[in-house]
Nanobody, 116 residues
């Protein structure tokens, strides 16, 4: 099974930007979809953005216009560009690859903290 490793998290001030990376140990085209999820303390893990193998994207309403999911097939990496960050974006961000609804792979997560 392909392993996923996130990076790029950190501390950023409100209004700032971060780019998260999700590096796959194999081809990302093997996944039907790849997505970024986030989980704040005491809350459930929610979808932030998703990218299908065909290149279609969808976003949570709370991040539309601020976040962009993209991929580099040559390097098997999926990115999440996050702009105009808000304190409510603070969470652990996880990368997920879905082979099917019953088969998927999660990364270990990367912390994003938005604070002045």
């Amino acid at each position: 099974q392909v392993k996923l490793v996130e990076s790029g998290g950190g501390l950023v001030q409100p209004g700032g930007s971060l780019r998260l990376s999700c590096a796959a140990s194999g081809s990302i085209l093997g996944f039907a979809t790849m997505g970024w999820y986030r989980q704040a303390p005491g809350k459930q893990r929610d979808l932030v953005a998703r990218l299908t193998s065909g290149g279609n994207t969808n976003y949570a309403d709370s991040v539309k216009g601020r976040f962009t999911i993209s991929r580099d097939i040559a390097t098997n990496t999926v990115y999440l560009q996050m702009n105009s960050l808000k304190s409510e974006d603070t969470a652990v961000y996880f990368c997920k690859g879905d082979y099917s609804p019953w088969s998927f792979s999660w990364g270990q997560g990367t912390q994003v903290t938005v604070s002045s």
